[in-house]
C-alpha cells in the first residue's frame, strides 16, 4: 500500500518535524500511524517529503525526514468548466475529477442551471467543491492540489477560455468524437460540460468562437458525469494513463 499523503504550509528540510493540527490528529487519533511507519509531506504546490514516524501522540507525530523532491506541474493542464448541478452532484463530480487528474475546476453558473450561487450560500458551496478537492487530492496521493475557481458567469468564461491552448465543448449533437480530436502538447486544455437541460443555444453560439462542439459518445451522460468520463479519455490519449 503506498503512504498516505498529508498537507503541510511548508514541506520541512530537517528532522524532528512535528505534524500537528487537523492532519496531526487524522494522522495520529485516525491513521494510528505508529513510529518505523512512513508518510509523504506536501504543500500541495509540488513539493514533496517522505518521513518516517519517530514518536506518535495524541495529536500529532514527530516526524524524520528521509528524502525531498519537487514534482512539475503536469503539462498541459488539465481544466474542467463544470456547470452547476442540483444536489451534491457537485462534489461527487470535483471528487471523481480530482482523483482522475484535474488541475483546475471552474464552476458556471450556466443560464439551464438550475441551482444558483448567491450570496453565502455560494461561498458555502464553493468552500465544500474546495474542500472535496483537497480531500480527494490526498486520497489519490497527489503532490499538486486541484484548484477550485470562483464561480464563472458565461461572459466571464469566454474570457477566461480565450487564455486555453485547446477549448473542448461537449454536446450531445455534436459530430466529431473526442477520441479523434487534436491536442496541444502544452499549455491548457479546456473541457466544457453543460447542465442537465443541456447548454443554451444562444451559449453554445457564444462557445463556437473556440471551435465546433464535440460529443464523449453516443450515449448522454449526467452532468456530473460527463466531465470524469471525459477527462479519462485525455489522460489516456496523453500517455498519463
Known amino acids: 500500500m503506498s503512504d498516505p499523503v498529508f498537507l503541510v504550509d511548508a514541506v520541512p528540510a530537517a528532522d524532528g518535524f512535528v505534524l500537528d ?11 494510528r500511524l505508529q513510529p518505523g511507519e512512513t508518510l509523504l ?13 519517530t514518536h506518535a501522540e495524541r495529536g500529532s507525530l514527530r516526524l524524520d525526514i528521509l528524502e ?3 514534482v512539475a506541474a503536469p503539462d498541459p493542464k488539465l481544466t474542467v468548466v463544470q456547470a452547476l448541478p442540483k444536489g451534491d452532484r457537485g462534489e461527487r463530480a470535483v471528487q471523481m475529477l480530482t482523483e482522475i487528474g484535474v488541475d483546475e475546476v471552474i464552476p458556471w453558473a450556466a443560464s439551464r ?4 450561487w448567491k450570496g453565502p450560500r455560494g461561498d458555502k458551496a464553493r468552500a465544500k467543491w474546495t474542500a472535496t478537492a483537497r480531500e480527494a487530492s490526498k486520497q489519490a496521493r497527489r503532490p499538486h492540489l486541484a484548484h477550485v475557481a470562483e464561480l464563472h458567469t458565461t461572459k466571464q468564461l469566454v474570457a477566461r477560455l ?32 453543460g447542465p442537465e437541460g443541456s447548454i443554451s443555444p444562444d451559449e453554445l453560439d457564444a462557445l463556437k468562437e473556440f471551435g465546433e462542439p464535440i460529443r464523449l459518445g453516443d450515449t448522454v451522460l449526467r452532468t456530473s458525469t ?9 489522460q489516456a490519449r496523453l500517455g498519463r494513463w
Do not use: K
Open 21 to 31: 493540527g487537523p492532519e496531526g490528529h487524522h494522522a495520529a487519533d485516525v491513521q
Open 226 to 234: 460527463a466531465g470524469p468520463a471525459a477527462l479519462a479519455v485525455l
Open 68 to 70: 525531498r523532491r519537487t
Open 41 to 53: 509531506l506536501t504543500d500541495g504546490r509540488g513539493e514533496v517529503a517522505s518521513a518516517r514516524v
Open 113 to 116: 442551471s438550475i441551482v444558483q
Open 162 to 193: 480565450r487564455n486555453a491552448s485547446r477549448v473542448l465543448v461537449l454536446h450531445e449533437e455534436a459530430d466529431s468524437p473526442l477520441s479523434q480530436v487534436d491536442l496541444p502538447a502544452t499549455g491548457e486544455i479546456v473541457i466544457v460540460i
